[in-house]
């Protein structure tokens, strides 16, 4: 935004939480840096972004009738989501799934509708808090470790993993269909039945279980 010669581009703070509510579609063209701010953004349509758009926050909280798109080199330490559409999200480095408060509305874990959800990262991704995706679908995808509390148990119809450090996801989840191009030793556990098989999300597809001549 631009008036009597004073430009304004994206969203900055100086360390301060950001929420942002809208009753359609966001689209975030610039960028929101809030250093060690917390962005909650809750809206009834889809939320977007463009390459220029990306996020830097400690925390990232979403609430998201729509499909979610985040696939820019967002640097985000926590995440949270409460979304009813297909959530797609990309972190340049370790990302946490947590705990979000903002203006007192607390997300915890990721849940959705039944819908697909696809984690890159350009390190370390841990799971603090579940994952509830009904008969949707995770796909994560890390260049460092995955790992899990016992807290940050994974519930869906098929989770795809993609890392090429370390894979250690032994809590108690219920994961219906496992398949894994994975890096590095891979140690997973499931309360009943597990099938290895295919896993496609975003047009990423995983079949079986393969490693670099590493353990499973």
């Known amino acids: 935004v631009t008036v009597d010669g ?15 509510t809208a009753g359609g579609n966001v689209d975030l063209s610039a960028a929101v840096a809030l250093d060690a701010g917390d962005l909650l953004v809750a809206t009834s349509g889809a939320l977007s972004q463009q390459l220029s758009g990306t996020i830097t926050s400690a925390g990232l909280g979403l ?8 696939q820019a080199a967002n640097d985000v330490d926590v995440l949270a989501a409460m979304n009813d559409g297909e959530t797609l999200f990309n972190d340049a480095d370790d990302l946490t799934v947590g705990s979000v408060t903002v203006q007192g509305m607390t997300l ?8 697909n959800v696809k984690l890159t990262a350009g390190a370390h991704v841990e799971l603090s808090a579940a994952v509830v995706l ?3 679908d995770l796909l994560v995808a890390t260049s460092g470790n995955l790992s899990q509390q016992s ?3 994974i519930t869906s119809a098929g ?11 032994q809590a108690a989840n219920d994961v219906d269909t496992l398949a894994a191009m994975n890096g590095g030793e891979t140690r997973f556990n499931d309360v009943d039945d597990v099938t290895v098989g295919s896993v496609t999300v975003d ?5 079986g279980v393969t490693t670099s001549d590493d353990d499973v």
Do not use: F, Q, R, W
């Open 203 to 207: 047009g990423m597809a995983i079949s």
């Open 6 to 20: 004073m430009a304004i581009s994206g969203v900055t703070t100086s360390d301060d939480d950001v929420k942002l």
């Open 63 to 70: 609430m998201v009738d729509g499909a979610t798109t985040l």
């Open 108 to 115: 915890t874990g990721i849940t959705t509708s039944d819908d």
């Open 151 to 153: 807290s940050g148990v």
């Open 159 to 169: 989770l795809g993993l993609m890392i090429d450090g370390t894979t250690t996801l």
């Open 134 to 136: 009904g008969t949707g």
